[in-house]
């Protein structure tokens, strides 16, 4: 699920903050490291979260563990009615 919010820095894009649910958010965000070309900026809570420093563009990509059971995106927080 990615978060946007509006930021002078990044405001051509209107996305600056992407935050994505992940079982291993360590090892999600050294793939990511290398494909935006950055770096391993902050590690919060053992490992819980990662925030990877800003991209050229201005975007923060954030990392957050999630079990291996949690909904899918688009499923939090909706019930069936039968």
């Known amino acids: 699920m990615c978060v946007a919010?509006?930021?002078p820095?990044?405001?051509?894009?209107?996305?600056?903050?992407?935050?994505?649910?992940?079982?291993?958010p360590e090892r999600l965000a050294r793939f990511w490291c290398g494909l935006l070309d950055v770096e391993a900026g902050t590690t919060i809570?053992?490992?819980?979260?990662?925030?990877?420093?800003?991209?050229?563009d201005g975007l923060t990509v954030g990392f957050?563990?999630?079990?291996?059971?949690?909904?899918?995106p688009g499923q939090h927080g909706h019930r069936k009615l039968a």
């Open 64 to 72: 957050q563990r999630v079990p291996p059971s949690a909904p899918l």
């Open 9 to 24: 820095a990044c405001a051509h894009s209107g996305i600056c903050h992407c935050v994505i649910d992940a079982i291993d």
């Open 5 to 7: 919010m509006r930021i």
């Open 45 to 56: 809570g053992d490992g819980r979260f990662v925030v990877l420093s800003a991209a050229k």
